[in-house]
């Protein structure tokens, strides 16, 4: 099994809402990230869990949390969101130590 | 600013003839390279991908040239096909593999096969 999955593939959400974002992969990886990618943008990258571990965030404002449950599971908790941060969401995995990341299909987020 | 970027936004190519993808980068550090194909709706999709190490790799219809000196990255894909039409991104892992580290893509360049 090489996919990552991502739940769900369509949100719309106001800015005083909450909601969540969920990622999931069977492959035994031990890195999960999650990038962000605007319209005819290249992804930019928010978070990187290392062993379940979070060891990278980008400066991402804290409106963005994200959460690893398990070493399958990453989820990504939205509050209180701008409407410029309607973005398609995308989460991959990795080996520790590999370079290939493999990708979800993302979550397109609209806020309004 | 970005380590990573493009040439050209657009590139658009005959069916069955060959097409050449330019990526240049500014991190002479960095280790590792990657070809990624994103289709409308879909996560980026990984190609091919080479080593500092090394000045070209190939893979099935694709090949990947580096060019350290330069500081450039080409991907070039062999009789083009519709099913090519796709944004090609390079992205960079300036880790080398030490650990888990993020990846910095470059602008995107949309491929558009033309009948």
């Known amino acids: 099994d090489t996919e990552v999955t991502q739940t769900p593939k369509h949100l719309v959400m106001g800015m005083t809402n909450k909601k969540s974002l969920k990622c999931e992969q069977h492959m035994g990886h031990r890195a999960m990230y999650w990038y962000k990618q605007k319209a005819k943008k290249p992804p930019e990258l928010m978070f990187v869990y290392s062993y379940e571990k979070l060891s990278i965030n980008e400066s991402v404002p804290s409106r963005f949390s994200p959460e690893c449950p398990n070493s399958s599971l990453l989820n990504l908790h939205l509050h209180a969101l701008q409407p410029e941060d309607s973005a398609l969401y995308l989460c991959a995995s990795s080996q520790i130590g590999g370079n290939e990341q493999y990708f979800g299909p993302g979550t397109r987020l609209t806020v309004t | 600013g970005e380590s990573v970027g493009l040439h050209l936004p657009t590139l658009s190519v005959q069916e069955g003839d060959n097409s050449i993808i330019n990526c240049a980068y500014s991190?002479?550090?960095?280790?590792?390279f990657i070809w990624y194909k994103q289709e409308s709706g879909k996560g980026p999709q990984f190609i091919i991908d080479?080593?500092?190490?090394?000045d070209k790799r190939q893979g099935q219809r694709v090949t990947v040239l580096l060019n350290k000196t330069v500081k450039h990255l080409s991907l070039q894909i062999a009789a083009t096909q519709p099913g090519d039409s796709a944004v090609y991104f390079c992205?960079?892992?300036?880790?080398?593999?030490?650990?888990?580290?993020?990846?910095?893509f470059g602008k995107g360049t949309h491929l558009i096969i033309q009948p």
């Open positions: 992205a960079e892992n300036g880790a080398g593999g030490g650990g888990a580290d993020g990846l910095t």
């Open positions: 080479i080593r500092s190490n090394m």
């Open positions: 991190n002479s550090a960095s280790d590792y």
